[in-house]
Every structure is written in structure tokens, then in C-alpha cells.
């Protein structure tokens, strides 16, 4: 009798089997949908790709969004790096003290900032900054018709509207991370002279003698990456809008966690195959 | 009516959105020269008909024509230059809000790379002069009023002269000052001896406009012919939509 009663009927059978139905149908839904957009994006690389042979971009959309791009970030980024570089030294400066190596306090900080910290902090900054707006425009531009409006006027509006902000944001991002790295090294100096004590000449030595190019350009290498995963992804979302503002909304917010997560899976790749 | 003088055809154009038909077997003749009235209740498919003459949206079925030119072949980059010898105002102007006006007018023809930069420089002027609003090139388009916009969107569509304009509800949600406005801008354009094509809820304000009429219902053509015959139509959804029976 007990048997019997733990045996379920076919009520809740039934209901068990609706609910995996639903799982698996939902599971199954995400999974196209995630290929649709992989598939999306790889479309959009390619689209990109096309028109630099030969090259069709419009040169006056292409310096208002240098300009945007890049002197518009200026202000951050240097912000961003300033206590990049500080932080690094607090850090460090722990072991320095502890063992008075600050012969060493410059390669320390300086070498986890230009391979790993500048590229990663500035690429979610330039994201957040760049990658939301850009999807934003884009997206917008969609909604309010300007994207037909443009076709109607016979511009191609890849080449028009996604070229410039692919090609600024890949030039823009590399420019902005040297640029970080010396802002870093500033910022490192600073701190290290005002709150450690150790001269800032004996932080610059220790720089330049054991930090090599490579460890500068593997930093240089992962910005023009991000750059490019950032241009395509944000291109993507933006151009790919569809619902009115829900679906601005929306799309700016996949296109920063999608870029974000690419940010950190391209670091891993970039990492392991140079390193 | 000989093919020559046709500036656009359409046979049979349907569309199909998921699994509902919302444009279905529509045709539709336009003489070189001549103004046709698109006329049909909200959601009937006007909009989409006439992004499909543009090359915007492909029809599912059947075929279009534009100045002797099937669409249906066309790649991407001939397509182009068709959109060329088209100007459409959108119904909600639809201007660049990065650029300003003077640039929203002269970009068609920055990009097109044939004129030189003070030739366009005046061309805008002359356009900018056409519909009345002189001076105003470094306006932003969210400086201006509804009218104005709609002006601008008309200026930038007819700045490459093209013998096809076509015209989304240009007199919608403006002022009756502002409409009669446009509907001389749209007279002098006929007058000139481009073609158009003109979606309109205001009957009253096109009618001395145009020689033919298409009225849509449901996605489907439900009436097309000149004003007589219109006005003499016995169906009762006709005569509903046009007299208010």
C-alpha cells in the first residue's frame, strides 16, 4: 500500500512532463537564439570586413568619431589608469617594505599593469563609455527610421554609420591603452615617491630595465583586440535593434555584457597563445 | 498606357510578416509626370508598399519597376543606384539628429562625390530657399518645429532633382497653415514634372493634387483609377473611406 502510494499518478505525471517540456523548450529556444546572434555578429564581421577592400569609409564621419571616440575618453581613461597605476604600488609596496626591495617596486606594479590591468580596466571603461553609446545611436537611428532614410538616399549605412565606429573604436582603443600605460607609470611614480617613499627615479629604473617591449605590446596587442570584438559587438546590437526604446534598452544592455565577457575570454586567448 | 511612360508598375506585389499576408496582390501604375494618391485606412500596408517601390523592403511575391528597372534582380549596389533617382519623405522625417540641417540636405550629395563643396553649399541655399526656410543650415534638427522638419526631410529628398518622389503622409499632425504650405511645395514639384506618389490621410488637401488614386484595404487594392471614377465608385467600403457614408 505504501509501494503503491509513493508511485506518482498520472495527474502529476503529466504535470512533470509539461514542466520538462517547458525546460527543454526554453533551453532549446535560448540555444538557437544564442546561435542566431553568434551567427549575427559573424555576419556583421564580415559586412565589416568587406568594405576595406577597397576601403568605403565616410572620412568626415570618420574624424567626428575619432573625435568622440577618442578625445572624449581622454579625460577618463587618464583617471582610470592614474589609480590603476596607484593601486598597483600599494600593493606592491606591501612586499617592499617587508623585504626593502624597492629596486623592484617598478617592475612589480608596472608589470601587471601594462599586460594585465591597463588593457582590461580601460577596455570595460571604453565599453561602458563608447560600446553603450555607440549601441545606443545605432539603435536609435534604427527605431527613428534614419537607418531606411539613409538606404532610401542611397548611402550604404555600413559604410556610412558602422565603418567609422569600428575603425575609430579599434584605433581609438589601442592609442587610449599606451596612452594608459604611460598615465599608469605617472600614477605608479606618484604614489610611490608620496606614500612609499621610494624615488620616483628608482621606479622608473626598475621600469626600464626589467619590463621588456614584449610585455608592452602583449598590453597593446589585447587593447586592438578588444577594440575590434568591442566595434563589432556594439555595431551589432545597435544595428539589429528592433521594438522601439524597450528595444534600445535591451540591446545596449546586451551589447556591454557581451562585450564585457568577450573582453575576458579574449584576454584568457590572447594571454595563453602569446605568453 | 505604354511601358515608357510608366515610372513605376507593380504586379502582384504581396508581403507576408510571419505567416499573415499584410499586402496581397497589389497593383499599381504611375504615369511619368503624374501624382498618384495612396490612399487607405491606418495599417492597410501603404508605408510598406511604398518602402517596397524604394527598395527597401522586398516584396515576398510578385513583381515592381521602377523607372524601367525590374527590382527584383537587383543586388545591393545596383539597388543604390535606383535609390538615387528616388526622394522619399518619411512620415516622421526621419533627419540625421547628428548633422545639422545645411548638412541632413547636402549629405545625398556629399556622398555622391559629383559636386564640388561650394556648389553644394549653394544648392542647399536654393532648396533651403524653395521651402521657405532661408538661413537656417546650422540649425540642429531638434531646434526645429514639426513643420519645419518636415520641410527640411522634403528638401533633403528633392536636392538631387530625382524624377520620383514619394511622399509618407506629409501633412500629418501639422498645422492647416503648415499643410497648405507643403501642398504648394508638393504643386511646384508637379509642376516641374516629377512624378510622385503621395500617402495621405487628408483627402481634402490632396485631392487637387493628384490624377490617380489606389485605395487599400486590408493589405489588399480595393480601387485604383482617376478622381471621377473614384468619386462615382458604388462599393460601400469605397464610399465609406472617401465620402464618410
Known amino acids: ?275 | 498606357m505604354s511601358e515608357a511612360e510608366l515610372i513605376v508598375r507593380c504586379e502582384g506585389v504581396s508581403k507576408r510578416f510571419r505567416r499573415a499576408w499584410v499586402l496581397e496582390d497589389v497593383e499599381l501604375r504611375l504615369e511619368r509626370g503624374s501624382m498618384l494618391g495612396l490612399i487607405g485606412p491606418g495599417g492597410c500596408g501603404k508605408s510598406l508598399l511604398v518602402k517596397m517601390i524604394c527598395g527597401l523592403v522586398r516584396p515576398d511575391r510578385g513583381r515592381i519597376w521602377v523607372n524601367g528597372q525590374e527590382l527584383g534582380g537587383l543586388g545591393e549596389r545596383q539597388m543604390q543606384a535606383l535609390r538615387a533617382q528616388i526622394g522619399m519623405v518619411f512620415q516622421n522625417y526621419a533627419l540625421f539628429d547628428f548633422l545639422d540641417v545645411g548638412e541632413n540636405i547636402a549629405l545625398p550629395l556629399r556622398v555622391e562625390g559629383l559636386l564640388p563643396p561650394k556648389e553644394i553649399e549653394q544648392r542647399v541655399a536654393e532648396i533651403l530657399d524653395l521651402v521657405a526656410l532661408p538661413g537656417i543650415e546650422r540649425k540642429m534638427p531638434h531646434e526645429l518645429s514639426g513643420g519645419m522638419k518636415k520641410r527640411v526631410s522634403f528638401a533633403r529628398a528633392v536636392v538631387r532633382r530625382p524624377p520620383l518622389v514619394i511622399y509618407d503622409d506629409p501633412t500629418a499632425g501639422l498645422d492647416p497653415v503648415t499643410s497648405a504650405k507643403i501642398y504648394r511645395l508638393l504643386a511646384r514639384m508637379k509642376e516641374e514634372g516629377t512624378s510622385s506618389i503621395t500617402i495621405s490621410h487628408d483627402l481634402d488637401g490632396i485631392r487637387p493634387l493628384c490624377e490617380r488614386w489606389l485605395l487599400l484595404d486590408g493589405g489588399r487594392k480595393l480601387f485604383e483609377g482617376d478622381l471621377a471614377a473614384l468619386e462615382a465608385c458604388s462599393l460601400p467600403r469605397v464610399r465609406e473611406f472617401w465620402h464618410g457614408d
Request: proline residues 2%; charged residues 15%; contains cysteine.
Open chain 1, 1 to 275: 500500500m505504501a509501494i503503491e502510494s509513493a508511485k506518482p499518478s498520472e495527474e502529476e505525471k503529466s504535470w512533470s512532463m509539461g514542466v520538462a517540456d517547458a525546460t527543454l523548450g526554453a533551453l532549446g529556444r535560448r540555444t538557437l537564439s544564442s546561435f542566431g546572434v553568434f551567427w549575427a555578429i559573424l555576419h556583421m564581421s564580415w559586412e565589416i570586413l568587406i568594405r576595406f577592400f577597397p576601403p568605403r569609409i565616410d572620412g568626415a564621419e570618420l574624424m567626428r568619431n575619432l573625435y568622440n571616440v577618442g578625445v572624449r575618453s581622454f579625460s577618463i581613461i587618464v583617471v582610470t589608469a592614474l589609480f590603476v597605476g596607484a593601486i598597483m604600488v600599494i600593493q606592491a609596496g606591501i612586499y617592499v617594505e617587508q623585504y626593502g626591495a624597492t629596486g623592484l617596486l617598478g617592475w612589480g606594479a608596472g608589470f601587471a599593469t601594462v599586460r594585465e590591468l591597463s588593457p582590461i580596466m580601460i577596455a570595460l571603461m571604453f565599453n561602458g563609455r563608447v560600446g553603450a553609446k555607440n549601441t545606443a545611436e545605432l539603435g536609435t537611428m534604427k527605431v527613428t527610421e534614419q537607418v531606411d532614410a539613409l538606404r532610401a538616399l542611397a548611402i550604404d549605412p555600413i559604410s556610412y554609420l558602422i565603418m567609422p565606429r569600428f575603425v575609430a573604436m579599434v584605433s581609438m582603443m589601442t592609442l587610449l591603452v599606451v596612452l594608459g600605460d604611460a598615465t599608469a607609470l605617472l600614477g605608479g611614480a606618484a604614489t610611490s615617491q608620496f606614500l612609499l617613499g621610494v624615488d620616483h627615479l628608482v621606479f622608473f629604473r626598475s621600469f626600464v630595465e626589467l619590463i621588456h617591449v614584449s610585455d608592452l605590446m602583449l598590453g597593446v596587442y589585447k587593447a586592438t583586440t578588444f577594440g575590434v570584438a568591442m566595434g563589432i559587438i556594439s555595431c551589432h546590437y545597435g544595428y539589429a535593434v528592433s521594438g522601439g526604446a524597450v528595444g534600445v534598452g535591451r540591446a545596449v544592455n546586451d551589447s556591454v555584457v557581451s562585450s564585457a565577457i568577450a573582453i575576458f575570454v579574449l584576454n584568457y586567448l590572447v594571454t595563453y597563445i602569446i605568453t
